[in-house]
């Protein structure tokens, strides 16, 4: 499997941005994250979706903020981000692996096999 990243850049407080993920491969019974990791910080978990049903978690710091999507036909997986804050600003990772429910290895980095090469973004002030 293989992800690329794209819809970075740079926008100001209160703005938005919409990233996408696209996966070549078989992707099918697995879940699709999205991690951002801010300079000096580690890597941290945003928000992830099943390709195989509708199910979908959030952060507690961007819900209600971010919405995470998928396009099936597309294998593409999107993250709209709105209401931008400046703890938002870092760089965003896709990234992928068989489908899991527990919060402990789906949030933590560490369990994933797949990743894209990474989107800066910048929310200033």
């Known amino acids: 499997v293989q992800l690329q990243a794209s819809g970075g850049g740079l926008v100001q407080v209160g703005g938005s941005l919409r990233l996408s993920c696209v996966a070549s491969?078989?992707?099918?019974?697995?879940?699709m994250t999205w991690f951002r990791q801010a300079p000096g910080k580690e890597r941290e978990f945003v928000a992830a979706i099943s390709l195989s049903d509708d199910w979908t978690n959030y952060s507690d710091s961007v819900k209600g903020r971010f919405t995470i999507s998928k396009d099936n036909a597309k294998n593409t997986v999107h993250l709209q981000m709105n209401s931008l804050k400046p703890d938002d600003t870092g760089v965003y990772y896709c990234a992928a692996r068989s489908s899991v429910r527990q919060p402990e290895i789906f949030r933590s980095p560490r369990y994933y096999t797949y990743w894209g090469q990474g989107t800066l973004v910048t929310v200033s002030s």
């Open positions: 491969g078989r992707t099918y019974r697995y879940v």
